[in-house]
């Protein structure tokens, strides 16, 4: 039987469009279709205008260290729409950029929402229907509010990016690392910054030490944490939205951002009706090489639920294409994968947390908490933690936990090293590089407990 092509797409965001560029690249025929903004939630709304956020919210405090190191500057306010302009135009640029990488590869594109018709055929939503000997699934998540009184007059993480004006008050509800790094953004901003969370300390399944400093540094920062609450109800009150938490309390907010969850999108793509299996989540059930319960169809990403997070989307998009079209067959890797949480401070981690790695064999914990040296000179009071999980009996470091100011960049190179199996041994063998706040990763000599 003949096909249109080797491989049809369905979703233009990391994972999918590498997909379809390697598998082009390799001489297979493919195409994509993409219903919104080439490059998904990352480039469009996650990842890529979050961070810029982040970026932009961390000058107030830069330009106060200013002063303290002897320059004369001053903060005239943060002008939003400037902002908006640019990280406008940036998104624009992203996404013509990722159009470009399909066209050059001689990906064929489709700006259509697409669904599977048969096992090899999809339907898009002009009318026209393409056959593909593969198909590839790659559509992401998509942010949700529970359903509650009012629950509509919350936003999400999506709107964030798209607000007119820059609120006077919000409320952020939830306690994962999109709301956390939100709540730190518009805390950064200049916005009264309200943060509920219903679990006893926000960041849940992250090492408990790290968190706790997280929260700790949010709250001396001015975020108003509130743990063990959560909203009741919402009703308008002129432009404001009256909030009713669980624990009594009434306040005015001018937004209320909603970050308790994102669900994949993988709704009317005629699954069901193929017998492709979906999770209690939603969710695509593949096996271990992304394959779906139809041969012909796989599925990678967020829409798999499996580690959501746009450089394993990737990986999973490379061995998709070394399984099937290199005839190597590849499983992509989910362990020890090294992680940033752009909160302020930020964090980075990689491997089991001291209370997981606690469960499984003894070990021993390496960790120390200071005040970094150059905004200790400026006479702010922000701490830092480094802390190793390290297993007795083998050496090997099972975890190591970072909450600093480029905690991101930090991780990615420690998770060299851990990925590699090294000792504890092999840290401190390493010279430190001084006068630096990673120096402490090296140096650190006697556990401070044994567990």
Same mark, same amino acid.
């Given at each position: 039987?003949?096909?249109?092509?080797?491989?049809?797409?369905?979703?233009?965001?990391?994972?999918?469009?590498?997909?379809?560029?390697?598998?082009?690249?390799?001489?297979?025929?493919?195409?994509?279709?993409?219903?919104?903004?080439?490059?998904?939630?990352?480039?469009?709304?996650?990842?890529?205008?979050?961070?810029?956020?982040?970026?932009?919210?961390?000058?107030?405090?830069?330009?106060?260290?200013?002063?303290?190191?002897?320059?004369?500057?001053?903060?005239?306010?943060?002008?939003?729409?400037?902002?908006?302009?640019?990280?406008?135009?940036?998104?624009?640029?992203?996404?013509?950029?990722?159009?470009?990488?399909?066209?050059?590869?001689?990906?064929?594109?489709?700006?259509?929402?697409?669904?599977?018709?048969?096992?090899?055929?999809?339907?898009?939503?002009?009318?026209?229907?393409?056959?593909?000997?593969?198909?590839?699934?790659?559509?992401?998540?998509?942010?949700?509010?529970?359903?509650?009184?009012?629950?509509?007059?919350?936003?999400?993480?999506?709107?964030?990016?798209?607000?007119?004006?820059?609120?006077?008050?919000?409320?952020?509800?939830?306690?994962?690392?999109?709301?956390?790094?939100?709540?730190?953004?518009?805390?950064?901003?200049?916005?009264?910054?309200?943060?509920?969370?219903?679990?006893?300390?926000?960041?849940?399944?992250?090492?408990?030490?790290?968190?706790?400093?997280?929260?700790?540094?949010?709250?001396?920062?001015?975020?108003?944490?509130?743990?063990? @609450?959560?909203?009741?109800?919402?009703? /308008? !009150? $002129?432009?404001?939205?009256?909030? #009713?938490?669980? %624990? *009594?309390?009434? +306040?005015?907010?001018?937004?209320?951002?909603?970050?308790?969850?994102?669900?994949?999108?993988?709704?009317?793509?005629?699954?069901?009706?193929?017998?492709?299996?979906?999770?209690?989540?939603?969710?695509?059930?593949?096996?271990?090489?992304?394959?779906?319960?139809?041969?012909?169809?796989?599925?990678?990403?967020?829409?798999?639920?499996?580690? @959501?997070?746009?450089?394993?989307?990737? /990986? !999973? $998009?490379?061995?998709?294409?070394? #399984?099937?079209? %290199? *005839?190597?067959? +590849?499983?992509?890797?989910?362990?020890?994968?090294?992680?940033?949480?752009?909160?302020?401070?930020?964090?980075?981690?990689?491997?089991?947390?001291?209370?997981?790695?606690?469960?499984?064999?003894?070990?021993?914990?390496?960790?120390?908490?200071?005040?970094?040296?150059?905004?200790?000179?400026?006479?702010?009071?922000?701490?830092?933690?480094?802390?190793?999980?390290?297993?007795?009996?083998?050496?090997?470091?099972?975890?190591?936990?970072?909450?600093?100011? *480029?905690?991101?960049?930090?991780?990615?190179?420690?998770?060299?090293?851990?990925?590699?199996?090294?000792?504890?041994?092999?840290?401190?063998?390493?010279?430190?590089?001084?006068?630096?706040?990673?120096?402490?990763?090296?140096?650190?000599?006697?556990?401070?407990?044994?567990?």
């Amino acid at each position: 039987m003949s096909f249109d092509y080797d491989l049809f797409v369905i979703g233009g965001g990391s994972g999918g469009v590498r997909a379809a560029r390697v598998a082009a690249a390799g001489g297979a025929s493919v195409a994509l279709a993409e219903e919104d903004r080439y490059g998904g939630t990352c480039v469009i709304r996650g990842c890529v205008p979050k961070k810029l956020m982040v970026f932009a919210s961390e000058y107030s405090g830069m330009v106060e260290d200013g002063r303290a190191y002897g320059w004369n500057l001053e903060n005239k306010g943060f002008s939003w729409d400037h902002f908006k302009g640019k990280l406008n135009a940036e998104l624009d640029r992203l996404e013509g950029i990722y159009r470009n990488l399909l066209k050059n590869s001689g990906v064929e594109s489709f700006d259509a929402r697409a669904k599977l018709a048969d096992a090899h055929t999809v339907e898009l939503s002009d009318g026209t229907t393409k056959t593909a000997k593969h198909i590839l699934i790659a559509t992401g998540g998509r942010p949700w509010v529970p359903e509650f009184p009012g629950s509509e007059l919350a936003i999400t993480s999506n709107e964030m990016f798209h607000l007119e004006k820059l609120p006077e008050s919000i409320l952020i509800v939830g306690g994962g690392y999109i709301a956390s790094e939100f709540a730190g953004i518009m805390n950064g901003l200049g916005v009264k910054t309200t943060q509920y969370y219903r679990g006893e300390q926000i960041l849940r399944g992250f090492d408990n030490e790290a968190r706790g400093l997280v929260a700790e540094e949010m709250i001396q920062s001015g975020i108003d944490l509130q743990l063990g @609450n959560n909203v009741a109800e919402m009703q /308008r !009150e $002129g432009d404001k939205i009256r909030v #009713t938490a669980t %624990n *009594g309390d009434v +306040t005015l907010f001018d937004q209320v951002m909603f970050a308790t969850g994102r669900k994949p999108n993988a709704d009317n793509l005629g699954l069901e009706e193929l017998g492709i299996a979906r999770g209690k989540g939603g969710e695509i059930k593949v096996d271990q090489y992304s394959q779906t319960a139809v041969p012909s169809v796989y599925a990678i990403g967020d829409v798999t639920d499996r580690v @959501n997070l746009t450089p394993v989307a990737i /990986r !999973e $998009g490379m061995a998709f294409v070394e #399984t099937v079209f %290199n *005839g190597n067959p +590849t499983s992509p890797d989910h362990e020890l994968i090294p992680t940033a949480i752009f909160t302020q401070p930020e964090m980075g981690t990689i491997g089991l947390s001291e209370e997981d790695a606690a469960k499984e064999e003894t070990i021993e914990v390496y960790s120390t908490s200071f005040k970094p040296m150059q905004q200790s000179f400026a006479g702010r009071a922000q701490k830092v933690l480094m802390k190793l999980i390290v297993s007795k009996a083998s050496r090997k470091v099972l975890g190591c936990h970072i909450v600093a100011p *480029g905690a991101g960049e930090m991780i990615q190179l420690a998770g060299i090293a851990v990925k590699m199996g090294a000792t504890k041994e092999d840290f401190d063998r390493t010279v430190a590089v001084h006068p630096t706040m990673s120096e402490e990763l090296v140096t650190l000599k006697t556990p401070v407990r044994t567990v």
